[in-house]
Structure formats: structure tokens, C-alpha cells
T-cell receptor
Framework: GESVGLHLPTLSVQEGDNSIINCAYSNSASDYFIWYKQESGKGPQFIIDIRSNMDKRQGQRVTVLLNKTVKHLSLQIAATQPGDSAVYFCAENGNDMRFGAGTRLTVKP | GAVVSQHPSWVICKSGTSVKIECRSLDFQATTMFWYRQFPKQSLMLMATSNEGSKATYEQGVEKDKFLINHASLTLSTLTVTSAHPEDSSFYIC????????????FGPGTRLTVL
């Protein structure tokens, strides 16, 4: 899949607050979705995934919500910590893997 | 599990030289490997997809003679930037998936290339 080079949107939250990062996907046939976290100077890390037969999946401090009707994916991070500061990408798996533009999360102490 | 390594993590080279970057899947066999480049504050841009034992499939606009990709085994893919120029300076990231190209991709830590 191909991603588009864009300047990233940003989200700034206070430490301890919950963060919600949104992603709109394009292919209604996509059946598998992944959230990645990329810290500065590092490669993306797998955070959590969800299949299209689910609406919600929870991990440790993270929850992914999938709304297939409007082709929307969100990542919720509970009690956001400074170590959560990073760029977060969503990815959809349809015919191939496609990445969202990413959102830069900044956590203020 | 699902660890991908890259070597080197950073490299500085002179203009006109060639640089080889290795991508290894350490604890799984990677049927498919992907190469991305990333400019500062931008998303990943897929350069090419390679399947073990076959020629890589390059994205539109990526010169195959400039970015040579070899996927010789199920655990190793290499990207060679030939006759590097300053505009090739970028962050190069590989990823690997166990099954088809639609399987979860696990990313390497990236290689920072600076061409002087």
C-alpha cells in the first residue's frame, strides 16, 4: 500500500488525560486494521489490531474502535503518559496494506 | 516475537557511492518484505515490495536501477542505493510479514542515510 506524504496533524494532551486519535480509511472491503506507534528516529511499532467482524478491541491502556458504516477507526489511550508521545499511524488491509498519514501525539507534563 | 532488525542504523556516505542496507526477520520467516522511505514529519512512503526468490515490485516513480532490492532468503532482504546523491538522504525503513502482503507488517528500526 502507498501512503501519501503529508505534514502530520497533531494532538496535544495533558499527562493523565485520555487521548483519542482518529483515522478514516478508504476501502470498504478492508477487513483488518492495525495501529502503529512511531517514536522519533525509530521504526513503527505494532500496538493493536482489529478485524472487521469486531467493533471494539482492548489492550493494555489502549482501545481500538471500528465503525465500518462510516469507515472510521479510532485509537483511545487511557491515562496518557509522556512515553506515549509519538506519531500514530493506522493501517488498513484490503487488497494491500494502506497507511494513514499519521497523527503526532504530544503529552504535556 | 516478530522482531525485525536493520543494519546499519545510520550511514554517512559521499555522493556517487553505493550503500547497502540489510533487513532481517529474526524470529520468523518473512514471505514478503517491504521497503519504505520517510522524510521528516511525513508518513511512510512505500518504495517496493519483495517476495522471497522473486523480483521486487516497485511503486510508481521509484527507480529500480537506483534502488536495488534483493530478497534472497526468507529472513533477509537488502536495499542498495546506487550512486547516492544528497537528495537520497532519508530514513529508510523495512518491514516484514509472514504470509501474504496483506498480513501484519512488523517494522525494522530504520536506517538514517545521509549523503554528503
Amino acid at each position: 500500500g502507498e501512503s501519501v506524504g503529508l505534514h502530520l496533524p497533531t494532538l496535544s494532551v495533558q499527562e493523565g488525560d485520555n487521548s483519542i486519535i482518529n483515522c478514516a480509511y478508504s476501502n470498504s472491503a478492508s477487513d483488518y486494521f492495525i495501529w502503529y506507534k512511531q517514536e522519533s528516529g525509530k521504526g513503527p511499532q505494532f500496538i493493536i489490531d482489529i478485524r472487521s467482524n469486531m467493533d471494539k478491541r482492548q489492550g493494555q491502556r489502549v482501545t481500538v474502535l471500528l465503525n465500518k458504516t462510516v469507515k472510521h477507526l479510532s485509537l483511545q489511550i487511557a491515562a496518557t503518559q509522556p512515553g506515549d508521545s509519538a506519531v500514530y499511524f493506522c493501517a488498513e488491509n484490503g487488497n494491500d496494506m494502506r497507511f494513514g498519514a499519521g497523527t503526532r501525539l504530544t503529552v504535556k507534563p | 516475537g516478530a522482531v525485525v532488525s536493520q543494519h546499519p542504523s545510520w550511514v554517512i556516505c559521499k555522493s556517487g557511492t553505493s550503500v547497502k542496507i540489510e533487513c532481517r526477520s529474526l524470529d520468523f520467516q518473512a514471505t514478503t518484505m517491504f521497503w519504505y522511505r520517510q522524510f521528516p514529519k511525513q508518513s511512510l512512503m512505500l518504495m517496493a515490495t519483495s517476495n522471497e526468490g522473486s523480483k521486487a515490485t516497485y511503486e510508481q516513480g521509484v527507480e529500480k536501477d537506483k534502488f536495488l532490492i534483493n530478497h534472497a532468503s526468507l529472513t533477509l532482504s537488502t536495499l542498495t542505493v546506487t550512486s547516492a546523491h544528497p537528495e537520497d538522504s532519508s530514513f529508510y525503513i523495512c518491514s516484514a510479514s509472514q504470509r501474504s502482503g496483506t498480513d501484519t507488517q512488523y517494522f525494522g528500526p530504520g536506517t538514517r542515510l545521509t549523503v554528503l
